[in-house]
């Protein structure tokens, strides 16, 4: 279908030539209603002449088209509007077009100079816009084309005043083009080339004539119909060509420490990185921009790497010979993976981590017809390395490592509901932190495995890369789950088992087919006298001994699980894990029994009192629960996004009748971004209080956050300036 303009009415300034001439004959053409407007002034804004407006209307009325003229300056905008009303009753469009040229030098560019440029273009474009903007608001509809201009945009000689005023258009349409969108005004910035008499002082002829003002009539036209949504666009075109602009910008860097005075040395010393466009983001709003500068004042405050850029986490310096380059890495998303069990599967990890029917209370976990059949709680590894195993890893951009030189270095796993018995899961890993640790590189990656929309668990596998270190990294992460050591006293309890010869033979057909645990060539290779254990078998040995002994060997008791693999197992050997209890941590420490070498250091598990609910979230009659499974929901689809600009984790803590009723977690720091029920093992940035009711209130919109915040109902612990993002979840995530 053509873009018809029957029954619009537009004005055109400056119509008695060049583009705007233009303009008013191709809407005129389409069946617009067009006030003609020239001043019928010279290129300087000298003189007054009614003839170039009424050749135009003579033109159009001659094809047929509705046209009245109008000789009013630009600077007297309600007498066009009004012309428009008085003739044609309304305004639907207004093309800001009119203009003069004064180019001088800048030292000689006089007060007059610069004035009438601005009366002119910057000052007439708001005078008429202003005019026609409540009759647009009232019938919910119109278009706005302010013209700038390249000389604005990127500068050029002899015109400061000229592009001083062109892009004060450009800040004057982007603000419109907010105040309009709620009543359908659209305003755009068009950058035009085209031959005319103001371009033919400095063109050649040939170029002036080929440059016509009919390719540049078409996309004003377009831009005006009711079906363009463009709104805050600005254009370059000419020729037939057109392109749009947008801003970018650098991830920047922080330039001060904590408590330390700001100085200029630092602003020098890290000019380079101030100014690298490496990674750069397009931000498109104010909202978007204050959002980094909030960001930095929580790293600076939290003494964060001073390098770290406020949008991109806590990346580091620039790129390394290693191949290694944290500003690409971190951050990066693994394709996700899918991984389909049964029972057979989680029966098969069973074994392979030293269950056996010789232990009676070992049968839920080996027969799929018993009772209380249940998976063990550490098979949540499994599904989660399938995306590594894939390969992902080595497609990272800026992990350009060698994976010969690769080894497992710590766990971490956390289950937010007890593992299924059968199921498919997908798994989404991400680059969380890329450190350098001077001997190699230790690359964190995170993954949160979901069922449907439930996240069920999320694993950080620590992996650390020979040789790849001396990139000029940081060398801590906040991302890191910590290690924790155990009391000084003796073991509150010792279990040891028996691994057999075949164990890695068996633990391998759970998912890790690495030849290291099973080809003795390969073993020698990487210097071991024959294949070792998987330390992830070990790990299934030591998790299982602490829910035997602390928890009855309740799955659903099982909270989390921290390792440090420190020496390789071999099969046939026997570990003995050591377990101190501490609150509902389980402090422990594996080691050979044959050689007393520890393997597993710094560990511990993380147990839940009570038994917890297998499915969906195990907190009841709340109101705000349903807000929570909605964020979590949206968190799952905006994760990313959201995880970059918020960089936060938010403990909740509802309560009811003045008792503590809920305890939720939005994580917008870790991987994709989670929401979690329960507390949290980490520790959140902020924490909020408040009442299931008040928490309503806030999230219907009845009871601002600030408010609520001041009169005691929301009470807020933690970094406080993080508060300020609240608002983002709550008005964007929250929405029922
Ligand atoms: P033009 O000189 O052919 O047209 C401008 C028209 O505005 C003239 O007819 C003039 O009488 C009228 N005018 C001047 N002051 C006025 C006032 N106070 N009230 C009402 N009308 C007034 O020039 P052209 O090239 O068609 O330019 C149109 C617009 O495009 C201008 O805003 C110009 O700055 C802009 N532009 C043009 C470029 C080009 O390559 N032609 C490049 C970049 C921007």
Same mark, same amino acid.
């Given at each position: ?337 899918? !991984? ?38 550490? !098979? ?77 668990? !999320? ?278």
């Amino acid at each position: 279908m053509s873009l018809s303009f029957e029954g619009r009415v537009v004005l055109v300034t400056g119509a008695g030539g060049g583009l705007g001439k233009e303009y008013a004959l191709a809407f005129a053409e389409r069946g617009a209603s067009v006030v003609v407007n020239d001043l019928g002034a010279d290129t300087k804004g000298g003189g007054k002449s009614s003839a170039a407006a009424d050749k135009v209307v003579e033109k159009i009325r001659a094809e047929g088209g509705k046209a009245v003229a109008n000789y009013d300056s630009v600077e007297d905008g309600e007498k066009l509007i009004q012309a428009a009303l008085d003739t044609f009753g309304r305004i639907d469009v207004v093309v800001n077009n009119a203009g003069i040229l004064r180019d001088r030098s800048f030292a000689r560019t006089s007060d007059l100079d610069w004035d009438l440029i601005h009366r002119v273009h910057l000052r007439g474009s708001f005078l008429v816009t202003r005019a026609a903007w409540n009759h647009m608001k009232k019938q919910k509809f119109g278009r706005i084309i302010m013209t700038a201009s390249a000389a604005g945009i990127y500068g050029n000689f002899g015109q400061a005043n000229y592009s001083a005023a062109k892009l004060g258009l450009l800040g004057l349409s982007n603000t419109l083009a907010i105040e309009g969108s709620k009543y359908n005004i659209h305003c755009n910035t068009i950058a035009p080339v085209a031959g005319s008499r103001l371009t033919e002082t400095v063109m050649p002829p040939d170029l002036v004539a080929a440059l016509k003002p009919e390719y540049v009539a078409p996309m004003v036209l377009w831009l005006c119909h009711e079906q363009c949504q463009e709104n805050g666009g600005l254009f370059e075109l000419g020729a037939g060509w057109i392109g749009k602009l947008r801003w970018e910008r650098t991830q920047g860097c922080i330039t001060r420490h904590k408590n330390q005075p700001m100085t200029p040395e630092a602003v020098r010393d890290q000019w380079d990185k101030v100014c690298d466009f490496t990674d750069s983001t397009k931000p498109t709003s104010v909202q978007e921009s204050l959002q980094s500068i909030m960001t930095v004042l929580s790293k600076v405050e939290s003494g964060q790497d001073v390098r770290a850029s406020p949008t991109a986490g806590p990346a580091t310096v620039a790129s390394s010979s290693s191949g290694i380059d944290p500003m690409v890495a971190v951050g990066q998303k693994l394709p996700p993976s899918t !991984f389909s069990f049964s029972h057979t599967q989680c029966i098969l990890y069973a074994l392979g981590v030293g269950m056996s029917t010789k232990d009676p209370d070992h049968l839920r976990f080996l027969y799929e017809g018993h009772p209380d059949f249940s998976c063990l709680p550490t !098979f949540g590894v499994i599904p989660s390395q399938a995306a590594m195993m894939d390969g992902g890893l080595s497609a990272v951009p800026g992990l350009n490592i060698d994976f010969t030189q690769v080894l497992h270095g710590e766990q971490y796993l956390e289950l937010y509901k007890t593992f299924p018995t059968s199921g498919s899961l997908t798994s989404q890993a991400s680059i969380a932190d890329v450190l350098d640790k001077g001997s190699g590189a230790l690359i964190l990656l995170d993954v949160n495995t979901y069922s449907g929309d439930e996240l069920i668990c !999320f694993n950080q596998f620590s992996v650390f890369v020979v040789g790849a270190g001396g990139f000029g990294g940081k060398r801590t992460s906040e991302k890191a789950k910590a290690l924790v050591l155990p009391p000084q006293r003796a073991p509150d309890a010792v279990l040891v088992d028996s691994t057999t010869r075949d164990q890695a033979a068996l633990y391998r057909l759970s998912g890790d087919w690495n030849p290291l645990h099973i080809d003795p060539g390969f073993a020698a290779m990487g210097g071991f006298k024959a294949p070792i254990l998987h330390g992830l078998c070990s790990f299934g040995f030591a998790a299982r001994h602490v829910l035997k002994h602390f928890a009855g060997n309740d799955p659903s008791r099982f909270k989390a699980i921290k390792v440090r693999f420190v020496k390789p197992v071999m099969p046939g050997q026997s570990l003995q894990t050591e377990m101190w209890k501490e609150g509902s941590r389980v402090h422990i420490q594996c080691k050979v029994k044959e050689t007393g070498d520890v393997v597993l250091s710094g560990a511990y598990v993380d147990l839940h009192e009570t038994a917890q609910a297998s499915a969906g979230v195990p907190q009841g009659g709340l109101q705000s629960e349903l807000v929570f499974a909605e964020i979590g929901r949206r968190i799952q689809e905006t994760g990313d996004d959201l995880v970059k600009k918020v960089n936060a984790v938010f403990g909740w803590e509802i309560t009811k009748d003045g008792k503590n009723a809920a305890q939720w977690v939005i994580d917008l720091k870790n991987g994709s971004g989670a929401l979690h029920p329960g507390p949290y093992a980490g520790k959140a940035d902020v924490t909020f209080t408040v009442s299931d009711e008040d928490f309503m209130d806030v999230v219907l919109g009845k009871v601002n956050p600030q408010k609520a915040f001041f009169s005691g109902k929301l009470k807020i612990r933690g970094n406080v300036m993080l508060s300020q993002k609240l608002e983002i979840i709550l008005k964007d995530h929250a929405k029922l």
